[in-house]
């Protein structure tokens, strides 16, 4: 099994492309140890020291690290842990229930709600992935929408300029309504 590394725009998140589904659909984040309770992926990644976050996309894990530990310390044990998970053919998640980054519709949407969806899913959330990262919405009100950013996009400095520049700017372009963009934590 041969694993590709990409650098992302967050120094602290590197994208491990190891050849194959890693999700079958959606997205799983693990910001913490506490929450990857569901997958053996996350639990091994989260037991080399250094390591402060798991993002799972369809075909690569994002990694991010703690601040002072530098990726070529880290990278061959974090290497090995995906080599040897996969190779062992461990699951990726315990149990495949709906995928967080999902964010499946509840009741009924608006059309200004389904119109940003639309654009969040079929414009944004491709060129989030290539970056080794997602963005989920998480609602609209009054003319702002709030999305979550998850992966490499959590924490990186250059995502409050995509927030702004980049995705604020083409809703509000598509969707009159939209004032503002904010990110949630």
């Excluded at 250094?50 to 990694?63: H, M």
């Excluded at 062992?88 to 495949?96: D, I, N, Q, S």
Aim: net charge negative; proline share 6%; hydrophobic share 40%.
């Amino acid at each position: 099994m041969f694993i590709q590394t990409e650098q992302t725009p967050n120094p602290a998140s590197l994208k491990f492309l190891p050849g194959r589904a890693v999700m079958d659909a959606g997205t799983a984040n693990f910001p913490s140890v506490e929450t990857a309770a569901r997958s053996p992926l996350a639990q091994r990644l989260f037991e080399i020291d250094g390591v402060t976050g798991v993002f799972l996309g369809t075909d690569f894990v994002t990694v991010t690290k703690a601040d002072p530990v530098d990726w070529y310390v880290l990278k061959p044990s974090v290497l090995g842990a995906v080599m040897e998970h996969f190779t062992a053919g461990r699951p990726v998640l315990v149990a495949e229930t709906a995928a967080e980054g999902s964010d499946a519709a509840t009741g009924e949407e608006s059309e200004i709600v389904a119109q940003i969806r639309e654009l969040i899913d079929t414009r944004v959330r491709p060129a989030v992935a290539q970056d080794g990262g997602d963005i989920v919405f998480q609602g609209y009100e009054e003319g702002v929408v709030y999305l979550h950013m998850q992966g490499s996009c959590s924490g990186c400095p250059s995502s409050t300029m995509t927030l702004k520049a980049g995705i604020e700017n083409m809703l509000k372009h598509y969707i009159p309504e939209v004032t503002e963009v904010r990110a949630v934590a």
